[in-house]
């Protein structure tokens, strides 16, 4: 059974940082592409971030480029999100997913599993 579990979320002043993680298990973790997604109230899932299997490649979106970075440990199966100069903008509940074979990045269509999110709060 394929369990991806986020973790890090929290309630954070508009300029500071978090660090998301995200435990799979239950998959061979260094043959899938991860990603990050976010959904605020209201609004559709929103790609955040993706990476490919080695960590080699990874991919922003425009709206966080130059504050978020992801990246990946295969050997401890994790994958993780630095946020950087967050924002009112940025709070939602972030999302991991896994996809073993990629077609857009950006698509939440293109993953097989998901996390069950976790609530990330910019607040001043």
């Known amino acids: 059974q394929v369990q991806l579990v986020e973790s890090g979320g929290g309630l954070v002043q508009v300029g500071g940082s978090l660090r998301l993680s995200c435990a799979a298990s239950?998959?061979?973790?260094?043959?899938?592409?991860m990603g990050w997604f976010r959904q605020a109230p209201g609004k559709e899932r929103e790609f955040v971030a993706g990476?490919?299997?080695?960590?080699?490649?990874?991919f922003i979106a425009d709206s966080v480029k130059g504050r978020f970075t992801i990246s990946r440990d295969n050997a401890k199966n994790t994958v993780y999100l630095q946020m950087n100069s967050l924002k009112p903008e940025d709070t939602a509940v972030y999302f991991c997913?896994?996809?073993?074979?990629?077609?857009?990045?950006?698509?939440?269509?293109?993953?097989?599993?998901w996390g069950q999110g976790t609530q990330v709060t910019a607040s001043s």
């Open positions: 239950g998959l061979t973790f260094n043959n899938y592409i």
């Open positions: 990476i490919n299997w080695s960590g080699v490649s990874t």
């Open positions: 997913a896994a996809a073993r074979a990629m077609g857009d990045f950006a698509s939440p269509e293109s993953y097989d599993y």
